[in-house]
């Protein structure tokens, strides 16, 4: 079964950091992406980051450019989503995805399979 879990949430200060990870299992992890969407309540799920199969082009969304470097290690089937200077507009469940060559990663209607979010929450 493929399976995706994301972890590294908690409670941090503004400015702060946190590291997230996204574990794979059961697909050829290095065929695919990876992206990193957020849901804050009330609403939309958002794209945040995206890494291709080869770890070579990412995406990041604008309000977290310059702050959250997203990572892969093949070896490890394993995605990474360092958040830096982390603002209370940061928080919301973050969830991990994957999705094939040619999937727009900006979309949550271009993801294949999704993990259980992590709960990120940015608060003094």
């Known amino acids: 079964d493929v399976q995706l879990q994301a972890s590294g949430g908690g409670l941090v200060q503004p400015g702060g950091s946190l590291r997230l990870s996204c574990a794979a299992s059961g697909f050829t992890f290095d065929d695919y992406g990876i992206g990193w969407f957020r849901q804050a309540p009330g609403k939309e799920r958002e794209g945040v980051s995206c890494i291709g199969s080869s770890g070579t082009s990412t995406y990041y969304v604008d309000s977290v450019k310059g702050r959250f470097t997203i990572s892969r290690d093949n070896a490890k089937n394993t995605v990474y989503l360092q958040m830096n200077s982390l603002k209370p507009e940061d928080t919301a469940v973050y969830y991990c995805?994957?999705?094939?060559?040619?999937?727009?990663?900006?979309?949550?209607?271009?993801?294949?399979?999704w993990g259980k979010g992590t709960l990120v929450t940015v608060s003094s």
């Open positions: 995805a994957s999705f094939g060559v040619g999937s727009n990663c900006r979309r949550p209607d271009g993801m294949d399979y």
